[in-house]
């Protein structure tokens, strides 16, 4: 059950400094002229000022007497009342306390918690559980609904319990809406995927929660054929297009740990929601390895390309030397002294009989002009040509614009696919024999890349139209092509989650004219265009001219030849760095993981983001002794088997439930903040910077070359991964992921 420090709720705080005393809770003279004018004594006056300030400052009435000592005595000493604590007691059963009352919520200008209000709550949570599933989530979203409607905060349990109603009725209608789009023959074989099979004595719900393996090419026949399992299960996929992207996520995650005979036990809409859900979610998931694996097919041959090309620059070193020369020669004879006739016979002399010689030789090295290493592609295509068309046919490839002129290259190298001529037409004559007789273009050759023209049409200018071209380059730069566009989006595979269509996945113009105000209010940015604009320029005008000023001053940065120069900082240590650093490593006594871990918990409750996947409370004994235990276990990549021996209390499948059931992505990421923001709240962070800045950086980690994410890196060299970094200017530790080597870093800059 979520906790009050889990959500916005606003609560006391036990301790409190100087500053936040003096800025949150010192009434000023016009509420101390309020406090002497509705109130006859001075018991009264004190209840009246701590009611005010601790109402004014949580958005709901707490009896004064459980208000922190440190809050009272400091409202008493501002208002130079010397009362005892125990007479706030009395004024908590005072008819005085229900008067005041009201005047304060006149004065905060706030509505008493009513049946509107109640009614507010209710509709922002059922709008809000429609695309989130937490509770917290729901109540944040009610609290702050309820804040900018000027309404009176109701009692934690009063959250709960609507957050709960609200959530408990979107989820069962989505679970009614998928069901009701299920006929019963479909309901039946999703009933069958939890039944035996009594050759295997698995379900084949088992079958479909299995990791289907890496995406290699030992694997390829696997994955094509869980591929053309998962197709015809693809249930309730019209209904599931409907529900928000987040919560199919969720169904699917909530599915993952259920086993069939859980799922069994389950009512038939939320059972037949979460086995749809997984169906779709794993046939996506099939496709999307399908096409990493046509992506890094098509990436690999590209980079041995490239390496040939080198090669062959190397070993062609001399011929190219000889042309130098030759063109040397030729020179020098040009400029010889004598009439045209005897310059000639010079030419003719440095020529000779190798002039075909010559002329073939430097076909051959305009042929790789500009880095062009097209040519060695035919050498390692053909190897994995029946490979690269099977993934062709296998995912269904769409345009995500009105552009389908590379979807019909592909169906026409599909349809030459078994030719045997080198060289196939691309031209169709109409009423051939008549006057009329024309011929007719059958493809849109325009997005061919100018490396690509001449192998592919023969031709070094791009008019007049080819009329035939040669199939084997085609069919190079059609699958080339297509793993650009994957990449850029202008291809989507039907049925994908990675290579879908993300036009799909952008807001309505109808949802953007309805929000976009509200947005511009959140973000404090004006939501006209010309009006953005201006911003924009005002903005960037003020920063340019604060650098401007800065420049003179700025001994790190300078101008040389025309260029910018960042100089490296020297370093300047402060006096007495060198017996701090002393004074720190004698004081600074070993500490056990473990216990960092335990007493950061029982400062923080960091394990309170740590929950059943589904939502739901966790019916766990000790559920945070073995929160520990696993966070220790997979963050130190132990492993379960190997911490279980170590353990007494908890054995290997009780770590790993935890580690799938209860932990994910976004819960590791809850309690990362938790700890960081605890940790921003000390002093010493303020010294490194202003939180307001951050800065990025990659490295690239060795990877297997059959990983996915594995990548040849040019500048590195070898095979990997690029682990990206935003640390803050405090350094904190931001946020990091990781990305494939070779893209621009630049686009990832915002996603922290």
């Not at 997005?447 to 071209?469: A, D, N």
Request: with cysteine; aromatic share 10%.
């Amino acid at each position: 059950m979520p906790s009050p420090q889990e959500t916005a709720y606003p609560r006391l705080k036990s301790t409190l400094s100087t500053q936040e005393l003096t800025a949150i809770y010192t009434p000023s003279p016009e509420e101390l002229l309020l406090s002497s004018r509705v109130t006859k004594s001075q018991p009264s006056q004190w209840g009246f000022l701590v009611l005010l300030k601790t109402f004014q400052r949580l958005g709901y009435a707490v009896p004064v007497a459980a208000v922190p000592l440190t809050i009272t005595r400091h409202i008493a000493m501002v208002a130079d009342l010397k009362l005892r604590t125990d007479g706030l007691s009395a004024y908590d059963a005072s008819t005085s306390r229900k008067r005041h009352l009201t005047i304060i919520r006149q004065y905060l200008n706030l509505q008493i918690f009513g049946q509107a209000a109640r009614q507010l709550m209710s509709q922002s949570m059922t709008t809000a559980a429609r695309t989130q599933h937490d509770l917290v989530d729901l109540i944040n979203v009610a609290i702050e609904s309820l804040v900018q409607q000027r309404f009176e905060l109701p009692a934690f349990s009063t959250l709960l319990k609507a957050a709960r109603h609200a959530r408990n009725e979107v989820t069962q209608a989505l679970y009614q809406q998928v069901m009701g789009s299920l006929t019963q023959a479909e309901r039946g074989q999703i009933d069958q995927l939890f039944e035996a099979e009594a050759a295997t004595h698995t379900t084949p719900w088992q079958r479909l929660k299995q990791d289907p393996g890496r995406p290699t090419l030992a694997h390829l026949q696997a994955l094509v054929e869980r591929l053309k399992w998962l197709a015809p299960l693809r249930l309730g996929s019209a209904a599931l297009q409907h529900i928000p992207a987040s919560k199919r996520q969720h169904f699917a995650a909530e599915a993952q740990t259920l086993d069939a005979s859980e799922l069994k036990a389950l009512p038939s809409p939320k059972r037949y929601t979460l086995a749809s859900t997984l169906l779709n979610h794993q046939y996506a998931r099939a496709l999307d390895d399908l096409a990493e694996m046509f992506i890094k097919q098509m990436q690999q041959l590209h980079h041995r390309s490239k390496a040939a090309l080198a090669q062959y620059r190397v070993a062609q070193q001399s011929n190219s030397d000889l042309l130098i020369a030759t063109l040397r020669d030729l020179m020098v004879a040009y400029q010889s002294e004598g009439e045209i006739p005897q310059r000639f016979a010079a030419i003719e002399t440095v020529v000779g009989e190798q002039s075909q010689t010559l002329l073939e030789q430097c076909e051959a090295h305009l042929t790789y002009e500009g880095n062009n290493y097209f040519p060695f592609f035919q050498k390692f295509y053909k190897s994995h040509r029946a490979t690269l068309f099977r993934l062709l046919e296998i995912l269904p490839l769409r345009s995500s614009t009105q552009d389908d002129s590379l979807i019909e290259a592909i169906a026409f190298i599909q349809a030459q696919r078994t030719g045997r001529s080198a060289w196939v037409a691309t031209v169709k004559k109409e009423a051939p024999g008549t006057p009329e007789a024309q011929a007719v273009p059958l493809l849109d050759l325009s997005w061919i890349e100018g490396k690509w023209w001449f192998l592919v049409t023969g031709q070094r200018h791009r008019t007049p139209y080819p009329s035939q071209i040669h199939r084997r380059h085609f069919e190079a730069c059609v699958l080339s092509q297509v793993r650009l566009e994957l990449k850029a989006g202008d291809l989507y595979i039907d049925g994908s989650d990675a290579y879908g269509d993300y036009y799909s996945q952008l807001i309505t113009w109808e949802d953007y004219q309805a929000s976009v105000a509200d947005y511009g209010q959140l973000v404090n940015l004006p939501v006209e265009g010309q009006a953005f604009v201006n911003h924009v320029q005002q903005w960037l005008e003020l920063q340019t001219q604060t650098t401007d000023q800065a420049f003179p001053t700025n001994t790190e940065v300078a101008y040389k030849n025309d260029r910018l120069v960042i100089h490296r900082r020297k370093p300047q240590p402060p006096k007495g760095l060198a017996k701090l650093k002393v004074l720190i490593s004698e004081r600074l006594k070993p500490v056990n993981l473990l216990d960092v871990l335990t007493d950061t918990e029982q400062w923080l409750h960091w394990t309170h983001a740590f929950k059943p996947i589904s939502g739901y409370d966790a019916k766990l004994r000790q559920p945070v002794a073995r929160y520990l235990a696993a966070t220790f276990c997979y963050g130190c990549n132990i492993g379960p088997s190997q911490m279980a021996r170590s353990l007494s209390e908890f054995d290997r499948r009780q770590l790993a439930d935890i580690h799938h059931r209860h932990i994910d992505d976004l819960k590791l990421q809850a309690a990362i903040e938790a700890v960081i923001n605890a940790y921003n709240r000390f002093a010493l962070p303020s010294h490194w910077g202003t939180g307001k800045h951050a800065s990025v950086d990659g490295t690239k980690w060795d990877l297997y070359e059959q990983n996915l994410l594995a990548e040849y890196h040019i500048r590195y060299g070898g095979y990997g991964g690029i682990g990206y970094y935003h640390v803050s200017d405090t350094y904190i530790a931001l946020f990091s992921h990781f990305i494939p080597c070779g893209v621009f870093e630049a686009v990832y800059l915002g996603d922290f």
